[in-house]
């Protein structure tokens, strides 16, 4: 009986975001994020461009993952040509800052 009620209380992901302000403007932001990172890729060298990941938006900050140093190094001297074209695309970006990404040994 609890798993018949159960199943009828489940909503999609699309529902609850919907339903919740939060979850909704979360989701925006990733949209976001990932709509900056589009907009720049064709200034990242393409051997680098799998080592970048869209990350978090906070205000107009926003941060790049990047995983490993040496392409963090690379992506760094690339920052005020990103920043530059996200403005002149519209983009309100004062910073953009990286997080190194450590892959987890098994």
Do not use: F
């Not at 009828?8 to 609850?16: D, R």
């Not at 920052?79 to 309100?92: D, Y």
């Amino acid at each position: 009986m609890n798993n018949h009620r159960r199943l009828q209380s489940t909503v999609t992901l699309h529902q609850a975001v919907g339903e919740s302000p939060s979850l909704a403007r979360l989701t925006q932001l990733v949209r976001e994020s990932n709509e900056r990172l589009k907009a720049i890729e064709a200034l990242i060298p393409s051997g680098l461009r799998p080592a970048v990941k869209a990350g978090p938006i906070d205000g107009e900050n926003w941060c790049l993952l990047v995983s490993g140093n040496a392409a963090s190094a690379k992506i760094r001297q690339l920052i005020p040509l990103m920043q530059a074209s996200l403005l002149r695309q519209g983009w309100k970006v004062a910073s953009i800052r990286l997080k190194i990404l450590i892959a987890k040994r098994q």
